[in-house]
């Protein structure tokens, strides 16, 4: 992408008048005070001040609809073809921000506070008792120390993702068929997959793979074991997964060039070599692509392990994110649960920002 | 084979033959390999649908092929009142099912479109002009956007809890449109920022020149050449938003519960009834498998874009 100038270029000859301009500015305002105003009235209504107002706050959420529409047109009333080309993007990222960041606000606000959604008196500001309290809290640290796990995990699922990719690559036939049929365990949600194999499949007296092992004299225990049961659940990730890694990996070995690789079978490489020598250096990028955002996936991993085990034996399996739901499923600690949810952000943030700055110094080019 | 060469005028060397074999064996272990991940990935689907045909002895007795090791019923489906004898009835578990299924088909379809407009838009914009919001250049703002994708659900579901609350959103279909809408625009922006970039510039000058204005060209121009690249995203967002569960879980309770809320909430209860689970998770995954056989070029079109630069 180009960085000076438009790519696409306009000559543009607007002459907006001052009554235009003053209009679209008016209308800006006019509706951010409307927002406002009905906001510090529903404030004061409900800290009593004011004797009417409205039930809940959707009035307020109206009058800010209005004020981004208002701020959208304005955009095109003010600066004309300029703003036309604001326009683009303008909505978007209205969007994103009101529904990230003021959230996000808000969120580092209760967790500070030792809000119980089963207590009557409302929030009430804490200090650091949350932060001292999740240091404290054990199964928190064991389940950021389970993430690490199914993090590592992506390596194996890569290999195998790799490995299908290039099965599909190769010279096949019914190839359309295979591809529909590998696509197909990403099409199945979470919950369906837990019951599908964590509750059905794997059921320790019916259950097919139980009666597999069961003929092959072993006594199947899925859930029992703590070992056993991390990596269940890992498998049944990454059977929904694979899929994913494999159609990127697959679009990047469609995409080689083909003279590189049959020019190093002309200088006789065989199979293998021509892979870790041509194929697998090619591939770099896409790969490093595909892995970390599975990575991204991984770290949001929560409804399998919630519909299986909900995080059982002794917190074995609890990934963050289903630690906190049961943290307010069970308890209603919104307060708390939020901090450890931030915590968890902060932890990714930096997480992630690491790996791509590495990615990118190893791969020697701006990510 | 070796038996007419040998007696053939025409004979390959030994040396071919070698080849031959390894060429052969090459074959036997890919068609091996392709053919054992294709149980891996059929059995689940497989179990479950043919489990929703089961009674509780064929359960028991883990008989697998239906017609040869029992014979299929309706009992399962009967459990959510779709079956041939009840589907002249009232049904009230029929009712309830289709209210589920119909949340999260307006909820997914709804979220997507949003998304796939929103974010057109936005990725149009960002592959083509440049824009300087305060210190915002456009690499950032695209990072602004792409870096959405790491936010985990988490860190908003209780905010928006609250939230939702005091909006009174929760338990709503919006609600959720607008959560979901949030959690696939990055994907999608994704998508069709690659599918703009490959678009020639020269297009949308020609029509400028032929007087049209750049939200003109962009709709009668852009537009029709991305459409299968917007559909691919959107396909993409519907498979995410059908799937997703854990918003829907936190935040619905009666009005606006998804499929997979239905399902979950299922196993829990009344132990483990087999058959009529089969039933409802195989009601829940086949819209999607359907859309898999018949729309697979898109969606690997979707997530192909983007790996590839």
Redesign the interface.
């Known amino acids: 992408m180009s960085t000076e100038g438009d790519l696409l270029h306009t000559v543009t000859a607007d002459n907006i008048s001052d009554q235009r301009r003053r209009l679209g500015k008016a209308m800006v305002w006019g509706s951010a005070g409307l927002c406002a105003a009905l906001a510090i009235w529903q404030m004061m209504y409900e800290t009593g001040r004011v004797a009417s107002g409205f039930e809940t706050w959707r009035p307020i959420l109206y009058a800010y609809v209005l004020w981004a529409f208002a701020l959208c047109a304005a955009q095109v009333i003010v600066n004309g073809e300029k703003g036309k080309r604001t326009l683009f993007v303008l909505p978007a990222a209205l969007f994103v921000i009101s529904l990230v960041v003021f959230p996000l606000l808000f969120a580092l606000y209760i967790s500070f506070t030792d809000w119980n959604l089963a207590s009557p008196n409302g929030p009430q500001p804490n200090g650091w008792d949350n932060m001292v309290q999740m240091w404290n809290d054990g199964f928190y640290w064991n389940a950021l120390k389970n993430m690490v796990y199914y993090v590592l995990a992506v390596s194996v699922e890569y290999v195998i993702a790799f490995g299908l990719a290039l099965l599909l690559n190769a010279q096949i036939r019914a190839r359309k068929f295979f591809r529909v049929v590998f696509l197909l365990p990403l099409m199945l949600s979470p919950v369906a997959v837990s019951w599908m194999i964590g509750k059905s499949m794997l059921e320790v007296r019916f259950g097919p793979i139980s009666r597999l092992i069961r003929e092959l004299g072993f006594e199947p225990s899925f859930f029992g074991n703590p070992e056993i049961a991390r990596f269940m659940i890992m498998a049944m990730d990454a059977w929904t997964f694979i899929p994913f890694m494999m159609i990127m990996l697959l679009a990047g070995l469609q995409a080689l060039p083909s003279e590189v690789i049959e020019a190093s079978k002309v200088d006789g490489a065989s199979g293998w070599q021509s892979f870790k020598e041509v194929i697998f250096p090619l591939m770099l990028p896409v790969s490093v692509t595909a892995v970390v955002i599975r990575i991204i996936f991984k770290l949001k991993l929560a409804d399998v392990i919630i519909n299986v085990t909900s995080g059982g034996p002794g917190g074995a399996t609890d990934s963050v994110t289903s630690f906190i739901f049961r943290e307010y499923r069970d308890r209603s600690n919104v307060g708390y649960g939020t901090l450890l949810a931030m915590v968890y952000l902060v932890l990714i943030v930096i997480f992630v920002t690491l790996l791509l700055k590495l990615v990118s110094r190893w791969m020697e080019r701006p990510a | 084979m070796t038996a007419t060469q040998t007696n053939a005028v025409f004979k390959d060397h030994a040396a071919d033959t070698r080849v031959k074999t390894k060429w052969w064996a090459s074959r036997v272990a ?2 091996a ?2 053919i054992t ?2 149980i ?3 059995f ?2 497989f ?2 649908i043919t ?1 929703s045909f089961k009674l509780a002895p064929d ?2 007795k ?1 008989n ?1 092929i239906p017609w040869w090791d029992f014979t299929p019923r309706w009992k399962g489906w009967e459990s959510i009142g779709i079956s041939p004898r009840l589907i002249g009835e009232v049904s009230t578990v029929r009712e309830e099912f289709l209210k589920r299924f119909w949340n999260s088909t307006v909820i997914a379809v709804s979220a997507s479109l949003l998304a796939v407009i ?2 057109s ?2 990725a ?8 300087r ?1 305060g210190f915002m250049r ?2 950032d ?1 695209s990072f ?2 792409l870096s ?16 939702y609350k ?4 929760l338990d709503t279909r919006i609600g959720l449109i ?2 979901y ?2 959690m696939v ?1 990055p994907i999608v ?1 994704w998508i069709m920022r690659d599918q703009f ?1 490959g678009i020639p ?1 020269e297009l ?2 020609a029509a ?1 020149v032929d007087g049209l ?3 003109g060209s ?1 709709f009668q121009i852009v537009l029709p050449i991305a459409l299968p690249g917007m559909v691919a995203a959107f396909i993409l967002s519907l ?1 995410l938003c ?2 997703e ?2 918003f829907a ?2 935040l619905t309770a009666t009005n606006a519960t998804t ?3 239905m ?2 909430s299922q ?1 829990g209860s009344q132990g ?1 009834n ?1 058959w009529s ?2 039933a409802l ?1 195989s009601a ?2 086949l819209p ?2 359907i ?3 018949f729309l ?1 070029k898109y ?2 079109k979707g ?2 874009a ?4």
């Open positions: 890919i068609y390999a392709l991940w294709a891996i990935c059929l689940p689907i179990w479950t489990t359960v028991m883990g697998l929103l974010g838009l936005a149009y914009g960002l592959s083509r002009f440049n824009y919001f456009n690499s703002i602004f956007f959405q994708m790491i936010l985990p659900p988490v860190v908003l579901a209780l905010p928006f809890l609250v939230l005091s909006l009174a959103l607008l959560l809408t949030l625009l922006i970039q510039v949308e000058e400028l204005g750049i939200w962009f498979v059908w799937n569960y854990f879980a936190l499929l997979p809320v399902v979950a196993t483990i087999w689970m089969a998770s829940a995954i999607l498998v859309v898999a056989i697979e969606i690997i997530m192909a983007g790996a590839v630069k």
